[in-house]
């Protein structure tokens, strides 16, 4: 039966009576919302900070940026933190994700040179959500590399294991008792784009073999800091922290909307996410094994006298297994997968060397402001059960969902998105998915990477004419401030008086703004 986005709840909801209305979130299921360094702080080079991989590559290519914003000043949170902090409580979240700038604490990348000023940054911050109850989240790496790093090989240098866990260890002795949850690393499938493409800095096009190696390196990072935290640190930590890995955790379905598997969808799910999920969370360890006897079998094609992709030892494969808490789990949307010789098509995401596969989208899906992000509700949901199947209900953290919208502060489209992945949640909740909570991205709008300002996915609305960076909270604020509180999704929620208070801040701020010219 082909059930089509927006509906397929609604379907479900006829089929067994259930009212939303009634369904809580659980008492112990946390909201949140997400951010990363380099997309808001700003002060790119203030106070002592080194020149990561984001400022050479814009810097020396200011035309991959499509509005020509970069993260120079972003939304200028190294200097607005207590503002963020503000708008924080005006949500009500209970967790705050942000990632520590590598390159703002070390600007070299090394131990040997440790920036106080940019550590003060992230105490100021951390005891500024402390005040208010609000936990921290932090990712360590969140695509922003030191550049001296980069200089040395980055990803594809197998010395960065030994500079991740250094750096590690610095952010746990400082803020050790003072982080709830850490993510160690943010979607290593950034690899295949920033050293097997040029779509993501560094922009180093090693197709087929950069891109494997950095997998491999950031793999192992991640599983030396996670030992490190679990041996010295975690068995003493004040506030019961744990650590993660999040990953882009997408939906990837059949065009007939089949139920059953086939082997260039199990394949490609295999290279999206299983490279990453099978080595922490299956029984037997390791990169997944259809990916690597792909892999060898084109190498061999090839000519080459062994396969691109690197090869775990025995003890690898015995650090990585069970090096994580819980699942990170970044979702935003679904593509259809079906064999082609013709490759994936290009404008979409998730091109690796080793799979010719169709990628594609429905055009009854609802767009976003993005061309790769459309609603399909359904998606999240048979995700979470796929990773309930596969990897025997892990604990999962969904640490990024978010939608792409114009500048504007009623952003309908969100909210219905808001309410339709929700209800998601509450399904995979019924069915019972260990899952610990949501973080909405983005808190405000950002500088998203290549696509400047030109999509936003902020609850708040950032004007980035202004001096101030002025936010002002979008009507799905608004929403999620009522879903945090009631802990439901609530279909007869209205704006009520929202539309006046939103435009009467407005032209508060616009007044004010007149008044200082």
Not at 161 to 176: K, N, P, S, T
Not at 429 to 449: A, F, K, R, Y
Not at 481 to 487: A, L, N, P, T, V
């Given at each position: 039966?082909?059930?089509?986005?927006?509906?397929?709840?609604?379907?479900?909801?006829?089929?067994?009576?259930?009212?939303?209305?009634?369904?809580?979130?659980?008492?112990?299921?946390?909201?949140?919302?997400?951010?990363?360094?380099?997309?808001?702080?700003?002060a790119w080079d203030e106070d002592g900070k080194g020149e990561s991989i984001w400022d050479r590559y814009v810097h020396t290519h200011p035309e991959v940026i499509a509005d020509g914003w970069n993260g120079d000043n972003a939304t200028d949170s190294y200097h607005l933190y207590k503002r963020d902090v503000e708008m924080l409580r005006e949500l009500g979240v209970d967790h705050y994700r942000f990632s520590i700038s590598w390159p703002r604490v070390l600007p070299n990348g090394h131990i040997n040179t440790i920036n106080?000023?940019?550590?003060?940054?992230?105490?100021?911050?951390?005891?500024?959500?402390?005040?208010?109850?609000?936990?921290?989240?932090?990712?360590?790496?969140?695509?922003?590399?030191?550049?001296?790093?980069?200089?040395?090989?980055?990803?594809?240098?197998?010395?960065?294991?030994?500079?991740?866990?250094?750096?590690?260890?610095?952010?746990?002795?400082?803020?050790?008792?003072?982080?709830?949850?850490?993510?160690?690393?943010?979607?290593?499938?950034?690899?295949?784009?920033?050293?097997?493409?040029?779509?993501?800095?560094?922009?180093?096009?090693?197709?087929?073999?950069?891109?494997?190696?950095?997998?491999?390196?950031?793999?192992?990072?991640?599983?030396?800091?996670?030992?490190?935290?679990?041996?010295?640190?975690?068995?003493?930590?004040?506030?019961?922290?744990?650590?993660?890995?999040?990953?882009?955790?997408?939906?990837?379905?059949?065009?007939?909307?089949?139920?059953?598997?086939?082997?260039?969808?199990?394949?490609?799910?295999?290279?999206?996410?299983g490279l990453y999920l099978h080595p922490i969370w299956s029984e037997s360890g390791d990169f997944p094994p259809s990916v690597k006897k792909a892999v060898a079998k084109n190498s061999k094609a090839e000519g080459l006298s062994k396969s691109r992709l690197p090869e775990l030892t025995a003890e690898e494969i015995k650090m990585l297994k069970k090096s994580a808490d819980f699942i990170g789990m970044n979702h935003y949307t679904t593509f259809f997968v079906n064999k082609t010789e013709s490759g994936v098509r290009s404008?979409?995401?998730?091109?690796?060397?080793?799979?010719?596969?169709?990628?594609?989208?429905?055009?009854?899906?609802?767009?976003?402001?993005?061309?790769?992000?459309?609603?399909?509700?359904?998606?999240?949901?048979?995700?979470?059960?796929?990773?309930?199947?596969?990897?025997?209900?892990?604990?999962?953290?969904?640490?990024?969902?978010?939608?792409?919208?114009?500048?504007?502060?009623?952003?309908?489209?969100?909210?219905?998105?808001?309410?339709?992945?929700?209800?998601?949640?509450?399904?995979?909740?019924?069915?019972?998915?260990?899952?610990?909570?949501?973080?909405?991205?983005?808190?405000?709008?950002?500088?998203?990477?290549?696509?400047?300002?030109?999509?936003?996915?902020?609850?708040?609305?950032?004007?980035?004419?202004?001096?101030?960076?002025?936010?002002?909270?979008?009507?799905?604020?608004?929403?999620?401030?009522?879903?945090?509180?009631?802990?439901?999704?609530?279909?007869?929620?209205?704006?009520?008086?929202?539309?006046?208070?939103?435009?009467?801040?407005?032209?508060?701020?616009?007044?004010?703004?007149?008044?200082?010219?």
């Open positions: 039966m082909k059930i089509f986005c927006v509906t397929l709840f609604f379907c479900f909801s006829q089929s067994y009576g259930w009212d939303y209305k009634k369904k809580l979130f659980p008492s112990d299921f946390r909201f949140g919302v997400s951010t990363s360094a380099y997309q808001i702080e700003g106080e000023k940019g550590l003060q940054y992230y105490d100021n911050l951390l005891d500024e959500l402390i005040k208010y109850n609000i936990a921290a989240m932090v990712t360590m790496y969140h695509f922003d590399l030191p550049q001296r790093l980069q200089d040395l090989g980055g990803w594809t240098n197998p010395e960065i294991i030994q500079w991740f866990e250094d750096y590690a260890r610095v952010l746990f002795d400082r803020y050790g008792h003072k982080v709830k949850y850490w993510i160690t690393i943010n979607q290593p499938d950034v690899c295949f784009d920033a050293y097997g493409g040029n779509k993501m800095a560094p922009a180093v096009d090693l197709k087929g073999t950069g891109d494997y190696v950095c997998v491999k390196n950031m793999m192992l990072a991640h599983a030396r800091a996670y030992r490190l935290f679990e041996k010295e640190y975690k068995s003493r930590s004040e506030v019961n922290a744990k650590l993660g890995l999040s990953v882009s955790i997408n939906w990837f379905d059949a065009p007939d909307y089949s139920t059953s598997e086939n082997e260039e969808l199990e394949l490609y799910r295999a290279f999206s996410f404008g979409l995401p998730y091109s690796f060397p080793d799979i010719e596969v169709h990628v594609s989208q429905s055009d009854k899906w609802l767009p976003s402001k993005s061309a790769w992000l459309k609603g399909v509700p359904y998606g999240l949901y048979k995700s979470l059960l796929y990773l309930n199947r596969v990897y025997n209900r892990p604990p999962i953290f969904i640490t990024e969902h978010g939608w792409s919208t114009d500048p504007g502060l009623h952003d309908t489209s969100r909210i219905n998105m808001m309410r339709e992945y929700s209800r998601g949640l509450l399904f995979s909740l019924e069915d019972g998915t260990d899952l610990l909570g949501l973080t909405v991205w983005s808190l405000m709008d950002n500088i998203e990477w290549t696509a400047g300002t030109s999509e936003r996915f902020g609850l708040y609305e950032v004007d980035f004419d202004s001096p101030e960076k002025t936010r002002i909270p979008r009507v799905s604020a608004h929403y999620y401030k009522h879903m945090i509180h009631s802990r439901i999704v609530d279909e007869d929620w209205k704006l009520k008086n929202l539309d006046m208070s939103i435009s009467n801040r407005r032209q508060k701020i616009l007044a004010n703004k007149k008044t200082e010219l």
